[in-house]
């Protein structure tokens, strides 16, 4: 396969509702309630309730001389840099995915069959199922095996799960932490100690902007950087109106990291006024509501932002219930680039919508875990944007009418 061959895509049946990454998806007759950030998150109280018993059980955060004496593949020496505050430079970003694309390319298979334990935090809606068949594919080409652990987004349920998968000998570890801090606890005071190669997927965890020092390798689009760059490119375009931004679960980290985007956009673009910063769980129907609410409040709105597609199609739903046009009266900016969101931006309802990438995230997890297992690890973030999903795809995050032809959706 050549280097920058875009990869053939599992074919997701389409669904009445897109769920948010980690829902349960299915037919109904109306919007059904997203699950997937109250699952994974289901409150703050929840979250904190999580790392207090990760911490509690696990003993602290993985300081002590034995967590930090564990030799293993994933640790080995490396020319790469450490990533910074604010993450891993430009440069050895592109060097990273360089050396990823270069391994795929080779596609060289794994001697034995190494076992490896897929950690996950979802596997059952559109969004996870297209990263288990991304997974699968890893899997086939390198010749490793698998066993998935599903958490259903619940940080008490995979502490127990990553428990259990470290007594059962695996290989190695691919990590989607259900929440941030209590996926660093279980990385470092359990994963790590086993001497074996851990990458980690979905989330960046330890507080860190996208790598965290010591794993084989991060893979993940949605980090604190990648929303402050997508809210910016709104803002930019939204100067001099009003503004509207819906949210998912207030207190979640995918919440934490789409608050902190609108409030450094605020401050670098004075004239969008912010008349509207509401949350509504991933539900289209309460997206509706808020919509509405804002509308009625301020019907001069030029802009609304939203930080889940389908969540989105009730924001649209609300806009056209307030006698609004969307895309003319209204411009509205979502998350996802799903298959509805490509349909609604080519049809102009649309103005942008911005990518994530599901099956890519696993899939190259698994080419980072087999060249860990081959002992030339990544050691760094392997950042989604620069692969030829994109790069030879739309040639950017940012979907628009322009390019929205170039990009096949995978859920």
């Known amino acids: 396969m050549s280097r920058h061959t875009v990869r053939k895509e599992p074919a ?22 997203p699950r997937r950030r109250r699952s994974r998150l289901t409150t703050l109280a929840a979250v904190a309730a999580a790392g207090v018993l990760s911490v509690a059980l696990l003993a602290g955060c993985g300081d002590d001389e034995e967590s930090s004496a564990a030799a293993d593949t994933s640790t080995a020496t490396s020319t790469t840099a450490a990533p910074g505050p604010e993450g891993t430079p430009p440069e050895q970003k592109q060097a990273n995915v360089d050396k990823v694309l270069a391994f795929d390319e080779a596609g060289t298979p ?9 950690l996950a935090e979802c596997t059952q809606n559109p969004y996870c199922q297209a990263r288990l068949q991304g997974m699968e594919d890893a899997a086939a080409k390198y010749g490793f095996e698998f066993k ?3 958490a259903n987004f619940n940080p008490n349920e995979q502490l127990k799960q990553v428990q259990d ?15 941030n801090a209590p996926g660093c606890t279980m990385y470092n005071n359990l994963l790590k100690p086993t001497g074996k190669p ?16 010591g794993v084989s390798a991060t893979v993940t689009m949605q980090r604190p950087g990648f929303f402050k760059e997508i809210v910016d490119s709104a803002f ?36 969008v006024e912010v008349v509207s910063e ?20 301020n019907p001069d709105i030029g802009c609304y932002i939203s930080a889940w ?21 209204v411009e509205i900016y979502t998350l996802g680039a799903t298959k509805d969101a490509l349909d609604k931006i080519e049809k102009g309802l649309y103005k942008e919508t911005w990518v994530t990438l599901p099956y890519e995230e696993s899939y190259y997890g698994g080419v980072a875990m087999a060249m860990a297992i081959t002992g030339d690890p990544v050691n760094g973030y392997i950042d989604e944007r620069l692969l030829p999903k994109v790069t030879e795809g739309p040639g950017s995050i940012y979907v628009t009418a322009e390019n929205a032809d170039k990009l096949e959706p995978n859920y």
């Open 12 to 33: 997701i049946p389409r669904h009445t509702t897109t769920d948010a990454p980690g829902t349960t998806g299915g037919e109904a007759p109306v919007p059904s309630r």
């Open 110 to 118: 794994l001697e034995g069959k190494p076992r490896i334990a897929y």
């Open 148 to 150: 998935t652990f599903d």
């Open 165 to 179: 998968a470290t007594t059962q000998g695996f290989d190695g570890y691919i990590f989607a932490p259900a929440a």
């Open 198 to 213: 851990v990458v980690v997927i979905d989330l960046p965890m330890c507080g860190d902007e996208d790598h965290t020092e």
């Open 236 to 271: 930019k375009q939204c100067q001099g109106k009003k503004l509207a931004a819906v949210g998912g679960f207030p207190g979640s980290d995918l919440y934490n990291f789409w608050k902190a985007g609108i409030d450094a956009a605020s401050a670098k673009y004075p004239t």
């Open 278 to 297: 509401q949350t509504a769980d991933y539900d289209p129907r309460k997206a509706l509501r808020v919509a509405q609410d804002a509308l009625r409040a």
């Open 309 to 329: 597609d389908d969540m989105t199609r009730g924001t649209l739903e609300g806009i056209q219930k307030s006698d609004k046009t969307p895309g003319t009266d």
